[in-house]
């Protein structure tokens, strides 16, 4: 096959997979996916992606690279409900971490790792915040078709996920620089050594990740919710998310769109001072790039950094920024931003429920509670905030969430502004004395 491309050679724009939807035959319906359950024994059935293969049909049925990925939790939660103050039922959350190297990357990462071996690669490489490096290198080890090359900007990237990629056996670039510098650099070196790219501005990462929005729509029995809302980073989900519900409408499997709200970290909110703060539209296309670029002249001409907790969103420079803005208007879409200290409360109030996340993660519930006190969000409005990442990913967070040490919180989040823990579950301590155990447990519980 020929050269591999992800970007247009003459605008430099990103490229997008389009179908033939004649040739192609999508299902008349999407109850029709679900005759594929009785069929899990068949690797394709069984992945979370592949079942939805005809919504992808990029490839024949022998081409799919899949190691099981997409067996999710939908999970209706009604304590966050309440604490996001939206009505019992109302609010669910799609647990991504359960992927098996444990974030919504998987998704992408097979479908990507698809048609890289199409297209005959042997190498694989990515920049990332941790996530996708580690479902590279997780890819590359477990199916043993390439080899990975990830690039991580230095002392960006939380123990978890570094520890995947090294665990993996993935060839680990620390980069002095953050994400959006290893983002320019890889993909340089990519086209110099001809390297497969898997960051989202592969579009086949973004057809994978459509499958997140189809489990989502099975999970309520066919019938789209109000809204969604995700977190906001590279913008490789929203973009997916808004072509999946953009062909499902077109080929009239859904009724009705949902909203889409797309949340970013106050320290990285790129896309809401361009969307909410500067008026960029995706208008037919024609959008007015020259705002997005002035825009990235001041962040430079200030030399501004992303910066927050939520390391995983850490980004200046989305990508699929065009995307996402297309997406934004097929789901009539709003775009909020969320501090530190609003994403650790509503990852408490996440983890209080036992279906733990990462920071970044925690964002979609803070942008729903958001949302909902500012009444765009209704109280009865049915509201599904995407989990992106596994609870594990980032223990330092956490414990310094928790800790009972005031250095300790102050070291990890204190510098980053988070002045309170109001819904820290506090360690007792205890001298080894039996009485003094048996008092504090009385005492406490
Ligand atoms: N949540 C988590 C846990 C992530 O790892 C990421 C992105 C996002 C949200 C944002 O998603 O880019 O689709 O808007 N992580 C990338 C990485 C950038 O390198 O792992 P997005």
């Known amino acids: 096959m020929g050269q591999v491309l992800v970007a247009c050679q003459r605008c430099g724009d990103l490229l997008d997979v389009v179908y033939d939807w004649e040739r192609a035959r999508p299902p008349r319906s999407l109850r029709e996916f679900e005759s594929l359950w009785g069929r899990r024994r068949e690797p394709a059935c069984y992945s979370g992606v592949?079942?939805?293969?005809?919504?992808?049909?990029?490839?024949?049925?022998?081409?799919?690279?899949?190691?099981?990925e997409g067996q999710t939790l939908f999970q209706?939660?009604?304590?966050?409900?309440?604490?996001?103050?939206?009505?019992?039922?109302?609010?669910?959350?799609?647990?991504?971490?359960?992927?098996?190297?444990?974030?919504?990357?998987?998704?992408?990462?097979?479908?990507?790792?698809?048609?890289?071996?199409?297209?005959?690669?042997?190498?694989?490489?990515?920049?990332?915040?941790?996530?996708?490096?580690?479902?590279?290198?997780?890819?590359?080890?477990?199916?043993?078709?390439?080899?990975?090359?990830?690039?991580?900007?230095?002392?960006?990237?939380?123990?978890?996920?570094?520890?995947?990629?090294?665990?993996?056996?993935?060839?680990?670039?620390?980069?002095?620089?953050?994400?959006?510098?290893?983002?320019a650099r890889v993909r340089e070196i990519s086209g110099e050594l001809g390297i497969y790219l898997v960051n989202s501005i592969n579009p086949f990462r973004l057809e994978g990740q459509k499958s997140i929005m189809f489990r989502v729509l099975e999970a309520l029995a066919w019938d789209p919710p109000d809204w969604i809302v995700v977190p906001g980073g590279n913008l490789g989900n929203s973009s997916a998310f808004g072509k999946a519900?953009?062909?499902?409408?077109?080929?009239?499997?859904?009724?009705?769109?949902?909203?889409?709200?797309?949340?970013?970290?106050?320290?990285?909110?790129?896309?809401?001072?361009?969307?909410?703060?500067?008026?960029?539209?995706?208008?037919?296309?024609?959008?007015?790039?020259?705002?997005?670029?002035?825009y990235f002249r001041e962040l430079d001409a200030t030399d501004q950094k992303a910066s927050t907790i939520a390391s995983a969103i850490e980004i200046n420079r989305p990508v699929n920024f065009r995307k996402c803005l297309r997406a934004l208007e097929t789901c009539d879409g709003v775009v909020r931003r969320v501090t530190d200290q609003e994403i650790l409360d509503a990852k408490a109030q996440v983890g209080a429920g036992g279906v733990g996340c990462e920071p970044a993660s925690a964002a979609s519930v803070a942008g729903a509670k958001l949302l909902r006190s500012q009444g765009v969000i209704a109280a009865d409005d049915r509201v599904v905030c995407v989990l992106t990442g596994h609870q594990l990913k980032d223990p330092t967070a956490t414990v310094a969430y928790h800790t009972t040490d005031q250095d300790q919180f102050n070291q990890v989040l204190g510098s980053r502004g988070v002045r309170r823990a109001s819904y820290a579950n506090r360690a007792v301590a205890v001298p080894n004395d039996l009485g003094e155990i048996i008092k504090a447990i009385r005492l406490y519980s």
């Not at 190297?101 to 199409?118: C, I, L, Q």
Request: proline residues 3%; charged residues 15%.
């Open 50 to 68: 592949w079942r939805f293969q005809r919504l992808l049909p990029f490839c024949s049925p022998e081409e799919i690279v899949t190691v099981g």
């Open 245 to 294: 519900f953009a062909e499902l409408k077109m080929l009239g499997l859904v009724p009705r769109v949902p909203r889409l709200a797309v949340i970013n970290a106050a320290g990285a909110d790129t896309l809401y001072q361009l969307y909410e703060q500067r008026g960029m539209r995706w208008n037919g296309g024609h959008t007015a790039m020259q705002v997005a670029d002035g």
């Open 76 to 183: 209706r939660a009604d304590a966050v409900a309440r604490y996001v103050d939206v009505q019992p039922g109302c609010l669910f959350l799609q647990y991504e971490g359960m992927n098996p190297s444990g974030s919504f990357k998987d998704n992408g990462m097979s479908a990507a790792f698809t048609h890289a071996r199409m297209t005959g690669a042997t190498r694989a490489a990515c920049a990332s915040t941790g996530n996708t490096s580690a479902s590279l290198a997780m890819y590359c080890a477990m199916t043993r078709l390439m080899k990975a090359v990830i690039f991580i900007g230095s002392g960006k990237i939380s123990y978890g996920k570094l520890s995947q990629a090294l665990d993996y056996g993935a060839l680990t670039v620390q980069l002095s620089g953050d994400f959006d510098d290893a983002m």
